[in-house]
Nanobody, 127 residues
Framework: QVQLVESGGGLVQAGDSLRLSCAASGRTFSSYVMAWFRQAPGKEREFVANIRRSGDRTDFRDSVKGRFTISTDNAKKTVYLQMNSLKPEDTAVYYC????????????????????WGQGTQVTVSS
């Protein structure tokens, strides 16, 4: 069982940066694939980024490539999402997620591939 708690959201202006954090409970944090999803009002939850257990592979949705980075600190059991050059279209509730299964890469781009979720943190980017 893993519990995830996000923090770091807020209201910023276009072009600003934010760093989201997701603190995880449990002893086997390093065995999970960790990800960030987001959901804007009236839209479906969408994949943002993930990072493999080994930390040697990350994936991002096209619209955030070059602006967002994802990283983990296994000692702190925390995953981060650094968001730079924020745009109004990045406005959403951001969710941290953890996957314990041995899934194909394409399955890890979907919400259904994740077993545990945080409560979400609001990110609002004004123009």
């Amino acid at each position: 069982q893993v519990q995830l708690v996000e923090s770091g959201g807020g209201l910023v202006q276009a072009g600003d940066s934010l760093r989201l954090s997701c603190a995880a409970s449990g002893r086997t944090f390093s065995s999970y694939v960790m990800a960030w999803f987001r959901q804007a009002p009236g839209k479906e939850r969408e994949f943002v980024a993930n990072i493999r257990r080994s930390g040697d592979r990350t994936d991002f949705r096209d619209s955030v490539k070059g602006r967002f980075t994802i990283s983990t600190d296994n000692a702190k059991k925390t995953v981060y999402l650094q968001m730079n050059s924020l745009k109004p279209e990045d406005t959403a509730v951001y969710y941290c997620a953890a996957s314990q299964g041995r899934l194909y890469d394409y399955e890890l781009l979907k919400a259904s591939g994740y077993d545990y979720w945080g409560q979400g943190t609001q990110v609002t980017v004004s123009s």
